[in-house]
């Protein structure tokens, strides 16, 4: 096995140290400043990396060399770095990893670094490395988390993106709303525009003030932009008009409501990034876009000849399940088989008690490979008392016999790394990617 692929599948589970002066030193110690490519930095709670895979698309639909970097990976670490249409290759991967570590290395023993960077700010760097030396033009980058502390906001963006707000990793954000806020809001820059979703009066007044006392163009969504969507079991259609541009009727390739929005959040992030480049957005291209956009583990459907199909979606916290929720009451099935596992520090009571209507049967599973993994054997009786009398509680190797063994849809949800750890499996089960089984294979195409 490649040594790469034995690194650490979820940043996250090594400590976590906010805080931008290691990647500063990391950058210049690279010499990567003053720095070769622009970039788009894009935040939020959820909704983050669907909006990079639609702006780097429309990007690429240009003709502009982009590069692509987001967390976490679902199945292997080369996910995590794009450049253009493909992965960055193993061997890459691997080789500039160590020579970043290495570089680590030589400046914590002479002296100039005071501590050890995380694995997400080498990896960041790792990134940074790898555009460079491609001579990217741009670089779409989702935050890790947060913003304000986050190692890619070490850049200086020409456009900041913030989908929106609402409650996650609040043990290192805050448990307030406008804490939670305030560190997204730490992306944006004097002059620089901030396109966002977020719908909260009180929060866009605040951010408003500010970005106009700075001369930073603000543009919320929902106030400069007027559009119609109609949909068919959740995939969606829509057209958008705005003052500066118009979209005509596009079909999008990801499914659910709230990449409606996620994809005026790119097509406005694109708007000013051609913007400052003394450029003009060519909307057919805009739509090519948008309509061949996947996003792997997203409310993506996996079908089997003799078994219920499969849905993955990895919505992880409670705004993301109400999401996932919206989606599957638009769908022509009433019950579902649910396999459920989360991080220990979600709030998984919360995000069952949202899932339980549509519930028919329940599993419950460990994260595979994640020592940080809600231990749902350790809560079988307060499942109970939640009304759960009948769930089971599996070890991964039992999944696929869930699967098989199911009589109505089966809906894998709670963790981007069951997702991706399910994804890796269902091939090999027989299982084959579909746009949604009740579609015909290719149908995009509503009526209007």
């Not at 210049?28 to 930095?41: G, M, Y």
């Not at 670490?77 to 992965?87: I, K, M, N, Q, S």
């Amino acid at each position: 096995m490649n040594p790469w692929q034995t690194l650490p599948h979820d940043w996250s589970a090594t400590p976590v140290r906010l805080g931008l002066h290691r990647i500063r030193h990391l950058v210049d110690a690279l010499s990567l400043r003053p720095w070769p490519f622009t970039a788009v930095l894009v935040t939020g709670t959820n909704g983050k990396g669907s909006t990079c895979a639609f702006l780097h698309e429309i990007l690429r639909a240009h003709g502009v060399l982009s590069g692509l970097y987001t967390s976490p990976h679902l199945q292997r670490p080369e996910e995590r770095v794009r450049l253009g249409d493909t992965e960055v290759s193993s061997e890459e991967l691997e080789t500039t990893w160590r020579r970043v570590v290495a570089l680590c290395e030589q400046e914590l023993q002479a002296g100039r670094l005071d501590e050890p960077p995380t694995f997400f700010e080498i990896l960041t760097a790792v990134a940074f490395d790898i555009f460079a030396r491609h001579r990217v033009t741009v670089a779409v980058l989702e935050i890790g988390m947060g913003g304000r502390y986050d190692a890619t906001n070490v850049v200086d963006p020409a456009v900041s993106v913030i989908t929106h707000i609402d409650y996650d990793h609040e043990n290192f954000l805050g448990h307030r709303l406008i804490d939670i806020a305030e560190e997204k809001f730490g992306i944006a820059r004097p002059g620089v525009p901030l396109v966002t979703g977020e719908r909260r009066h009180w929060l866009l007044r605040s951010w408003a003030r500010r970005l106009e006392a700075w001369g930073s163009p603000f543009v919320p969504v929902y106030t400069r932009t007027v559009w119609e969507a109609r949909h068919r079991w959740g995939h969606y259609r829509l057209r958008a008009e705005a003052p500066e541009w118009s979209l005509p009727w596009t079909s999008l390739a990801l499914a659910g409501g709230h990449q409606v929005e996620n994809a005026l959040l790119a097509v406005w992030g694109a708007y000013f990034w051609f913007q400052r480049q003394g450029q003009a957005l060519d909307m057919a291209r805009v739509q090519s876009a948008l309509q061949r956009t996947v996003w792997p583990g997203r409310l993506e459907w996996w079908c089997h000849p003799q078994a219920p199909p499969v849905l993955l979606d990895g919505a992880h916290n409670r705004d993301g399940i109400r999401r996932c929720v919206e989606y599957l009451r638009l769908q022509p099935y009433d019950r579902w088989a649910i396999l459920f596992g989360c991080m220990q520090d979600k709030p998984w009571v919360d995000m069952l008690r949202l899932l339980q209507p549509l519930g028919d049967r329940w599993a419950w599973t460990p994260v595979p490979g994640s020592e940080r993994s809600w231990v749902p054997a350790q809560h079988t009786d307060y499942l109970r008392a939640l009304g759960f009398q009948d769930g089971d509680v599996l070890e991964p190797p039992a999944i696929p016999d869930f699967l098989k063994s199911a009589r109505t849809p089966v809906l894998v949800v709670g963790s981007l790394y069951l997702v991706g750890w399910v994804r890796a499996r269902l091939p090999e089960l027989g299982y084959r990617r579909v746009v949604h089984p009740a579609l015909a294979e290719g149908d995009a195409e509503f009526d209007t």
